[in-house]
């Protein structure tokens, strides 16, 4: 439930441990929950110009139909044909590389069965060659060198894609490690927020630990903990 217990087991001997990462933000959280002070912190700028970045929500499809991700809406045959008529558009418009995130390889398979509806994976195919994380580790290396290949070649003889289009889950395979440089990933489309299963037991205990504790530490509450795990990985998602 506490992770301080693996790391003064693993740092007991070191002279200094740096810790380095673009998603350790909030510091006050990772401090209570490694049970360690750190005398040297910092935060680097955002590198990125604001006039070469975009961020927006979109609140509603190409039909008006309101995308609020909640667990009755996802399994709601319009909600998905709707969010794949909204990605077909900015497939139309952003060259090479896009990545989208779900937040589980639940909705990965339904979104790949809904493709098949009203002809959307034909219209995304007209600009994009479509992509799914897969389920076995083994088979990621050669799906990402075929993504890369086709982003790479675009628009040449060989290829008549105007780029790529990924599908892939947080805290998956694609959305922690790997690095989606310039045109790799030109827009990055996260759907939803992802909390854990609030019903996994884990989860349960340790929300249930952290609410023991924080009543006598800074550890963060129950509740906090939660959002917290939410956040952290839809940040590592939009770093790619």
């Known amino acids: 439930m506490s992770p301080s217990v693996a790391c003064s087991e693993a740092f007991e001997e ?3 441990v740096i810790l380095a990462s673009g998603t350790l933000c909030p510091t006050e959280t990772l401090k209570t929950e490694l049970g360690l002070n750190f005398d040297f912190e910092m935060e680097g700028n955002q590198v990125i110009p604001d006039n070469q970045i975009f961020a927006s929500v979109i ?3 190409p039909h008006n139909y309101p995308f609020k991700c ?20 900015v497939c139309k418009t952003v060259p090479k590389g896009v990545l989208v995130f779900v937040s589980s390889y639940r909705i990965l398979n339904d979104l790949q069965k809904f493709l098949r509806y009203e002809n959307l994976q034909i219209d995304i195919e007209k600009h994009k060659k479509i992509f799914f994380e897969p ?10 060198e075929e993504y890369t290949f086709t ?3 675009a628009g040449s003889d060989i290829n008549s894609f105007n780029g790529a289009i990924m599908f892939a889950v947080f ?13 790799m990933a030109r827009c990055v489309i996260c759907i939803g927020i992802p909390f854990p299963n609030f019903t996994d037991e884990l989860v349960v205990q340790k929300k249930a630990f952290n609410d023991l504790h924080s009543r006598s530490t800074k ?20 770093g790619r």
Do not use: P
């Open 171 to 183: 805290r998956g395979k694609v959305s922690e490690g790997i690095d989606f440089t310039d045109d």
């Open 151 to 153: 982003i790479e070649t």
């Open 135 to 144: 389920n076995r580790s083994r088979d990621l290396k050669q799906m990402l």
């Open 70 to 89: 909640t667990y009755k809406n996802m399994q709601d045959q319009t909600f998905f044909i709707e969010l794949l008529r909204t990605i077909r558009d």
């Open 14 to 16: 070191c002279h200094s």
């Open 59 to 61: 609140s509603k499809g």
């Open 219 to 238: 550890m963060l509450s129950g509740d906090e903990w939660y959002s917290t795990q939410a956040y952290r990985a839809l940040n590592q998602a939009l």
